[in-house]
């Protein structure tokens, strides 16, 4: 497994914007599909967006954020635009080993390990 550590949430006004990081140790980065997942309070732990080659995204974020990853420094991002006050939420860095019959999995249970999450507040 690999660890990982997010960084970067913070407070932001609607329509603002903002970065996170997910920094993973180990040295087979790249063979892994990485995730971010969001848990508001009171609510399921939700998808948000992964990336094995390429980005996929859940419909709620689809054209307002943006997933890459930078494999030369182990770090992957989530780059938030337009937020809305329902995008406040603890953020989540996930990872799974790429799977190559399953390449964008959006399932919690499918992904091994966690970060401890950043909090995102976004006010109206």
Do not use: H
């Amino acid at each position: 497994q690999v660890q990982l550590v997010e960084s970067g949430g913070g407070l932001v006004q609607a329509g603002g914007s903002l970065r996170l990081s997910c920094a993973a140790s180990g040295r087979t980065f790249s063979s892994y599909t990485m995730g971010w997942f969001r848990q508001a309070s009171g609510k399921e732990r939700e998808f948000v967006a992964g990336i094995s080659w390429s980005g996929y995204y859940a419909d709620s974020v689809k054209g307002r954020f943006t997933i890459s990853r930078d494999n030369a420094v182990n770090t992957v991002y989530l780059q938030m635009n337009s937020l809305k006050p329902e995008d406040t939420a603890v953020y989540y860095c996930a990872a799974r080993p790429i799977d190559f019959t399953n390449y964008d999995p959006r399932r919690r249970a499918d992904f091994l390990s966690w970060g401890q999450g950043t909090q995102v507040a976004v006010s109206s």
